[in-house]
């Protein structure tokens, strides 16, 4: 997984404050470039007298679209370039925009109603997360406020499976071009029953998981701190509270094997991971 072309995706406010806060610090650790774009929409060109209407409308247009701009030249410096692009939703305009300038990867922030420190999923996230080329990295709400000085750790939500497998090479890769160690981790999620079959389920289930990450660690310690843990909880919120977080986590997830090959497409697992992350979350492309 490559990481030297960064696209931030930036809107007014706290939600665009939080992207881009994350988009610079990525950047920065990668020693790569950064495109932050604002997209607005299209013109409607009316007939008839009307067209007086939209040489206002168009004007207006320009002029947010250079205020956005300018506003995130302040918080990114001139370290970036600055792009308008135009599209009727701003999270399919900047998977069209990823595709014309090769980026390797789109970052936003968390839609407004969204808890603090939490990530919600509004229309952008939604449209980039069934349909980008390239991962996409979400910011949770408030991270632009006290941004970390730099990543630690990458942590993958791994599950055995080709798709699995893959989503652990990009990790490993992605965490060798960051300078920061990886961790593996299986979610075992249980009702809750003491009943003796689903204890002895759950034994299997844990001792499988064990094993499977044991496997996939397997190669990558050469040149990586790896490390490697089975998270059980009544559910998925509970399960990712029994471990520790560091202040520069990355959370990254693979998309579901029933999307698109080569596009982003959310699963049920990944998106509960995401709505519980109390750190960025990573959704990579399908690749298997």
Not at 65 to 73: E, G, K, N, V
Not at 77 to 90: C, F, L, P
Request: a positive charge.
């Amino acid at each position: 997984m490559k990481l030297g072309n960064v696209l931030a995706g930036y809107a007014p406010g706290p939600r665009g404050r939080d992207g881009l806060a994350l988009a610079v610090l990525l950047k920065e650790q990668a020693r790569g470039r950064l495109t932050v774009a604002s997209v607005q929409p299209p013109v409607w060109t009316p007939p008839g007298p009307a067209r007086a209407e939209e040489s206002a409308w168009r004007a207006y247009l320009a002029e947010q679209a250079a205020t956005t701009l300018a506003q995130a030249r302040e918080l990114a410096g001139e370290d970036a370039e600055y792009v308008k692009h135009t599209h009727r939703g701003s999270g399919r305009g900047l998977v069209e925009l990823a595709r014309k300038r090769g980026a390797d990867v789109v970052v936003i922030g968390s839609a407004p109603r969204g808890g603090r420190g939490r990530i919600a999923l509004g229309s952008t996230a939604d449209q980039l997360l069934h349909s980008s080329s390239v991962p996409v990295l979400l910011a949770p709400r408030g991270y632009g406020e006290r941004p970390p000085a730099a990543f630690d750790r990458l942590t993958v939500a791994y599950r055995r499976g080709p798709g699995g497998d893959a989503a652990v090479k990009d990790a490993a890769r992605a965490a060798a071009t960051l300078g920061v160690s990886l961790r593996l981790v299986t979610l075992v999620v249980s009702s809750g029953r003491r009943a003796r079959v689903a204890e002895e389920m759950l034994v299997r289930l844990r001792d499988q998981a064990a094993a499977d990450l044991r496997t996939a660690a397997r190669g990558h310690r050469r040149r990586l701190s790896v490390e490697a843990e089975v998270l059980e909880g009544r559910s998925v919120p509970q399960a990712l509270g029994t471990t520790s977080w560091l202040a520069g986590e990355m959370i990254i997830c693979a998309s579901s094997a029933t999307g698109p090959l080569r596009r982003v497409f959310l699963g049920d697992t990944s998106i509960k991971i995401v709505k519980a992350a109390t750190c960025p979350v990573m959704v990579l492309t399908r690749q298997t």
